[in-house]
């Protein structure tokens, strides 16, 4: 996963908590909203499977994984029963342990052409929420997203694109 220091973060809460700070919470609201605005981006998923339970989702990316030669990762998440999918605690007070970060980008530093994902449907705002995605792409076009589908839909056959906005900017 791609972030950013600390820094974004806490130069946006700084700016907020200024702004409220000097009576103007309504401008801190405005200014907070704009800069997530500047920085969310349209994207298309290639679902390949969606499910309510964690295992039969983590089962189909692994069978697709297989076959298509793509890795499967779970990008450091576990299955929390109280907090379903999960970064674990870490212990060492990082902004991110026992949270949910959803994928952004289509690959990472150990999967340089892409990788298969489980993913919690409320990571994404025009999902119905409450599932667990299996994602076989993040793609920038609905053309480089069709392509993709086309590769995975012998593998699963009903497997779809959806265009999603996701936030690009630091998270934390």
Not at 148 to 160: D, N
Request: charged content about 25%.
């Amino acid at each position: 996963m791609k972030h950013c220091g600390l820094f974004g973060v806490g130069f946006l809460v700084a700016a907020v908590a200024s702004a409220q700070h000097q009576g103007n919470p309504a401008r801190a609201e405005d200014w907070a909203t704009a800069y997530v605005t500047r920085y969310t981006r349209d994207k298309w998923l290639v679902i390949l499977d969606v499910e309510h339970d964690f295992y039969s989702a983590k089962r189909e990316a692994e069978r697709i994984s297989k076959l298509s030669r793509l890795p499967f990762s779970m990008e450091g998440m576990e299955l929390d029963r109280r907090r379903g999918l999960a970064l674990p605690d870490k212990g060492d007070g990082a902004p991110d342990a026992g949270g949910y970060i959803a994928r952004r980008y289509n690959e990472d530093a150990e999967n340089p052409h892409g990788y298969i994902s489980i993913e919690r449907s409320d990571g994404y705002p025009s999902l119905k929420q409450g599932l667990y995605v299996v994602v076989g792409a993040i793609c920038n076009s609905s053309r480089e997203a069709n392509l993709k589908l086309r590769q995975f839909q012998p593998l699963a056959p009903s497997a779809y694109v959806h265009k999603t906005q996701i936030y690009m900017g630091c998270i934390h």
